[in-house]
């Protein structure tokens, strides 16, 4: 019954980490939205006795002497997992790095992105793309083509970026028009330049022992990297992730596997899922719907990684609506030892590791 609510939306570590990040304490915020169906759906689960949360004693070293452990008591508060700040700091890795090689071998990364049509959203992203490649001194490449374009005109664009030494990355912008087929298109781009991860074959080698993609698809390799800068351990713990999308669950999940974690995928056909998230020490939730996760489900001590991004109606806020997570932050930060922020967690890592894929693809292909 719970999990006909559940829909299915929707690392590799290349740069060298800087341990610096404060931990801080939730701000209030207002209680979850009561959402009526998730009320029918989801009653409330008798808490278990648990075993020990996950440690989190390896904090970054700057932080050491106001780190705690990651158990809490009720009346307690998670550590905000800042992706703003960390996004920071991988961007300012970044330039270094770009800096680095252009003065060396006079190479500079390049990024081309093709847009297909005129939906806002889209823009916005291809925009704020762009803006992140500038401040980090990579050069990029914007192809903008018409709603009504073919698919045999959006791969020429492709084969030709494919071909061109001064790009190092190629990212076709999602979704397209219901007129093309997303796989014909993404299969086109090569797979040493696909930044974006999505290529068949970069996530056939993910999914294999003793192989590594060229590129890890940029949510779940953000998630990934939020946890290991906050010293999250992985080894050994029981993780959930919620979700299995080809973007963000399934690869977020292969990833938790390579770091040796043992790894449930709830979805849309698991039975109780609040039983199964209640078992894990991390969770990362990406389904798309507001407020799914609530604080029963939440492991006293967990570390939780809020994928969703979903808008929910707020007459308070000037846009009628404010945007929330999957995961009822209210009830989970009063149980979970850390969690992510929405907006302010993984959204910014995304294009931070659309950056480092980037950067890193120029190196491959230079050998620097």
Not at 20 to 30: D, G, N
Request: a positive charge; proline letters at 8%; one cysteine or more.
């Amino acid at each position: 019954m719970a999990s006909s609510i559940l829909s299915d939306c929707s690392s590799a570590r290349l740069l060298p980490l800087r341990r610096a990040l404060l931990p801080q304490r939730v701000p209030r915020s207002r209680p979850c939205p009561a959402l009526a169906s998730s009320r029918r759906l989801f009653a409330a689960a008798r808490p278990h006795l648990l075993p020990r949360p996950p440690r989190m004693d390896s904090v970054p070293p700057a932080a050491a002497s106001s780190a705690e452990s990651a158990t809490v008591s009720a009346d307690a508060s998670a550590k905000v997992i800042d992706g703003k700040l960390v996004a920071k700091q991988v961007r300012e890795e970044i330039a270094v790095e770009v800096s680095r090689m252009k003065d060396a071998i006079g190479i500079v990364p390049g990024l081309a992105v093709i847009l297909v049509g005129s939906r806002k959203d889209s823009q916005t992203y291809v925009r704020n793309k762009k803006k992140a490649c500038e401040a980090v001194g990579i050069k990029s490449y914007e192809v903008n083509l018409p709603e009504d374009s073919s698919e045999e005109e959006v791969i020429k664009h492709i084969a030709s970026f494919n071909s061109d030494p001064s790009v190092h990355g190629i990212l076709v912008q999602l979704p397209l028009p219901r007129h093309m087929n997303d796989e014909n298109i993404l299969n086109a781009v090569s797979i040493e330049k696909d930044v974006d991860g999505f290529h068949p074959l970069n996530i056939g080698r993910l999914a294999m022992q003793g192989r590594d993609p060229f590129f890890v698809p940029c949510t779940p390799k953000g998630c990934m990297e939020l946890l290991h800068r906050y010293g999250v351990e992985i080894k050994g713990k029981r993780a959930v992730v919620i979700g299995r999308s080809n973007i963000v669950g399934m690869p977020a999940a292969l990833l938790l596997q390579k770091a040796n974690a043992t790894v449930s995928i709830v979805h849309s056909q698991t039975k109780n899922p609040e039983e199964i998230t209640r078992q894990a020490d991390i969770v990362i939730a990406a389904v798309g719907v507001a407020n799914l996760v609530r604080g029963n489900w939440i492991k006293p001590g967990a570390a939780i990684i809020d994928v969703g991004i979903n808008p929910v109606d707020d007459p308070e806020c000037p846009r009628g609506y404010r945007l929330v997570g999957d995961v009822c932050y209210e009830e989970a930060s009063k149980v979970a030892g850390a969690i992510t922020p929405v907006p302010g967690g993984v959204g910014p890592m995304t294009i931070a590791m659309l950056l480092s894929n980037t950067l890193e693809s120029a190196k491959r292909i230079h050998k620097f």
